[in-house]
């Protein structure tokens, strides 16, 4: 009976054995996060695509395309996107889904008709040049190149707030990039009018508040939950014994499960990077490089192989998730170089199409621009400024590779629009950015000089004091033969002058006012702030120029560079903004192939 009990105890070590190696190369399926509708306020209703009755909504019911959501004056409801953003409806508004989709292979795309009402959508960054989140009303489409905006539409005027990064915009026969900060409004035709830069009346509106603390809950979220998968994962620490058996149990588990050997890698790579980031995080900054090299010398030989292609986008994947869970590392952190050389592998991991390549060198642009953001914040202005410098060299260096792009293979005329917008709207965050250093390095000294510390010549203003001495008087001879002590007098003041009345700021111009170019010529613009006192400043560095059709050229600096074999006109427009006052100037370009 004894030998029996010995027998049963080693056949369940034996059996739990198993089952804990085998246990250590395997990843959970996630299941995919679809459309879905939850509900804030009751007052909600749904019609399903090609019905026309409408249902009372459910908090956590599955959409699909086709499907209209209305929200009446009671209700507030929200469309989770995939795990990928949120729209969020107002009081009294009513939206269709014309187009939801989520592929491993393009990405997010997604199109939602505004009957009427109010929409605020908080997508997260895209990593994909074929990702697409749209917004249409009227005739206006709002295409996400950033992250947060609002769109209202009533039977008069369609309008947009961008409250974060910059949304492109399609209207009556023009193309335009409207900025973070900046609202518009459209005609019932399409018809875009004049960017305006969003009042403070908005800004504290309980709309805009309240969608503005959602935006910082979801990202919070987002990390959290990305946080939470990598640890559901597994793994093993580097350089330990658990590691061997953990390799051994995915070794084999790849042997066997040929189907969904895509899958299991790339969930492998994900979780090992994860526990390298972890490592470096603690101060072993030698040990994960030095790991992380080993790795990726593995990752770029297996997409070498005849079965390479099916590995990449799971392995693309899984850098875009440890990029967001990095982009809060600054210089000084020990896991920065593990940011940077993930930048580099999405790069080395992008198709033959330079058009891509030139994508995933804007993506560490713009970490280079997050990064300057929160060291001002920070005050870690040195590194703000070199973070600057990388992002300005970076730019330059896409569009100097887009301006020799070779045209086979051609890239897509969308994708080749998107990439420009967004060095675009890079350059001018940019120039933002910089204006917020130059203002942390020599902040104003209130009451004394210009409240603008980028005003006349674009480095902050000096200002001088004059200090006025008091003097004495000599002591009164005596007229006696007493002694007679001598006294003071009470120095004397002058009279203050009046302070003098300081310029205001009046207008802008932009020289030239127009401008013939035939493609692949170029025209370099001047922006003139002009002052109540009649004298005009060079303001060109500090203000923001757009084009109202970037498929015809595009703008790099003070430049505005023609496409080649283009035929038509555009707008270039200047705005410069001092001391809360804006002012905007245009000037017209035509091009002849």
Do not use: C
């Amino acid at each position: 009976m004894k030998k029996w009990v010995v027998y049963g105890v080693f056949a369940l070590a034996v059996g739990f054995g198993t089952w804990k190696f085998w246990s250590l190369g395997s990843i959970p399926v996630e299941m995919p996060a679809g459309l879905r509708l939850s509900i804030e306020h009751p007052g909600v209703e749904v019609r399903r695509a090609g019905s026309e009755n409408w249902v009372i909504a459910t908090d956590g019911m599955d959409l699909y395309v086709g499907d209209t959501v209305h929200t009446d004056g009671d209700g507030n409801a929200t469309l989770h996107l995939f795990g990928r953003g949120e729209s969020r409806l107002g009081k009294k508004t009513e939206t269709t889904i014309r187009i939801a989709d989520q592929d491993s292979n393009t990405g997010l795309r997604m199109n939602l008709v505004l009957v009427t009402g109010r929409l605020w959508s908080r997508i997260r960054r895209f990593t994909d040049l074929d990702e697409r989140f749209q917004v249409e009303n009227n005739g206006v489409v709002a295409t996400v190149r950033g992250t947060a905006f609002d769109l209202q539409a009533s039977s008069t005027s369609t309008s947009v707030w961008v409250s974060e990064s910059a949304v492109a915009l399609e209207g009556k026969g023009a193309h335009r990039l409207l900025m973070e900060g900046y609202m518009v409004s459209a005609k019932p035709d399409g018809t875009l009018g004049r960017e305006e830069p969003i009042t403070d009346e908005s800004r504290q509106a309980e709309w805009f508040q309240k969608n503005t603390n959602r935006d910082q809950a979801f990202e919070v979220s987002m990390r959290a939950s990305l946080e939470q998968s990598y640890r559901d994962r597994g793994g093993a620490k580097p350089q330990t014994i658990s590691e061997g058996l953990t390799r051994l149990s995915e070794w084999l588990h790849l042997t066997l499960s040929s189907a969904d050997d895509a899958r299991l890698y790339s969930g492998y790579i994900g979780r090992r990077l994860y526990h390298l980031a972890k490592i470096m995080e603690q101060g072993n900054d030698g040990l994960g490089l030095q790991e992380y090299a080993n790795l990726e010398d593995e990752v770029l030989q297996r997409l070498k192989t005849d079965e390479g292609k099916k590995y990449r986008i799971g392995i693309q994947h899984e850098i875009e998730s440890l990029a967001f869970l990095l982009s809060n590392v600054g210089p000084r952190s020990k896991a920065y170089r593990l940011k940077q050389r993930l930048e580099d592998l999405r790069v080395k991991l992008a198709d033959d199409a330079p058009i891509t390549q030139a994508h995933a060198r804007v993506l560490a642009v713009e970490a280079r621009l997050d990064e300057a953001s929160d060291l001002i914040v920070q005050s870690s202005l040195d590194d703000a400024k070199t973070a600057l410098d990388a992002a300005k060299q970076g730019t330059e260096n896409v569009t100097h590779d887009l301006e020799r792009m070779p045209s086979t293979p051609a890239p897509k005329p969308e994708e080749l629009s998107a990439l420009r917008d967004k060095l675009q709207l890079l350059r001018n965050r940019e120039a933002g950015l910089r204006v917020r250093l130059a203002t942390a390095i020599a902040p104003p000294t209130p009451g004394i000089g210009s409240a603008d510390p980028w005003l006349n010549s674009g480095a902050p203003t000096s200002t001088a004091t004059t200090t006025i001495s008091a003097s004495s008087t000599s002591p009164i001879a005596p007229t006696s033969t007493s002694p007679v002590t001598p006294t003071t007098t009470t120095p004397i003041k002058p009279p203050e002058k009046p302070p003098e009345a300081k310029p205001t700021l009046q207008a802008l111009r932009l020289q030239p006012g127009s401008a013939n170019l035939a493609g692949g010529q170029s025209v370099s613009f001047k922006a003139m702030a002009i002052y109540s006192d009649g004298t005009s400043v060079d303001v060109t560095s500090l203000s923001i120029l757009s084009a109202s059709n970037l498929r015809l050229g595009f703008i790099l600096r003070d430049a505005f560079t023609a496409n080649p074999g283009m035929d038509g006109s555009v707008d270039i427009g200047a705005s410069y903004t001092e001391a809360g006052h804006t002012v905007r100037a245009s000037s017209s370009v035509v091009i002849h192939p």
